[in-house]
């Protein structure tokens, strides 16, 4: 299985983007997805999780700010980031949900 995140890169504080993460190996379309972040001295945490019938979650700090989606033709979940907050700053990766199947993380800077 290969997770492959890209999007990530340097915003101003209010700004917006979006993070892809195409996965091969994997029957994508039957697989919930999540992301998650982990920023510098800190836990990993959970931010949005999409199941295969498009049900999403997202955790409190990102929640009316963040949109999880997926697009099973392409095998790629995305996630639209906007009102970014310096506190957003991470290291943002990609999972499929219950197993230990992980991207390689793509890293967002909020500069304030």
């Given at each position: ?38 920023a ?15 049900s ?31 506190e ?10 219950g197993?230990?199947?992980?991207g390689?993380g ?5 500069s304030?």
């Amino acid at each position: 299985v290969q997770l492959q995140a890209s999007g990530g890169g340097l915003v101003q504080s209010g700004g917006s983007l979006r993070l892809s993460c195409a996965a091969s190996g994997v029957i994508f379309s039957i697989r919930a997805m999540n992301w998650y972040r982990q920023a510098p001295g800190k836990q990993r945490e959970f931010i949005a999780g999409i199941s295969s019938g498009g049900s999403t979650y997202y955790g409190d700090s990102v929640k009316g700010r963040f949109t999880i989606s997926r697009d099973n033709a392409k095998n790629t979940v995305y996630l639209q980031m906007n009102s970014l907050k310096p506190e957003d700053t991470a290291v943002y990766y990609c999972k499929v949900d219950g197993t230990n199947w992980w991207g390689q993380g793509t890293l967002v800077t909020v500069s304030s």
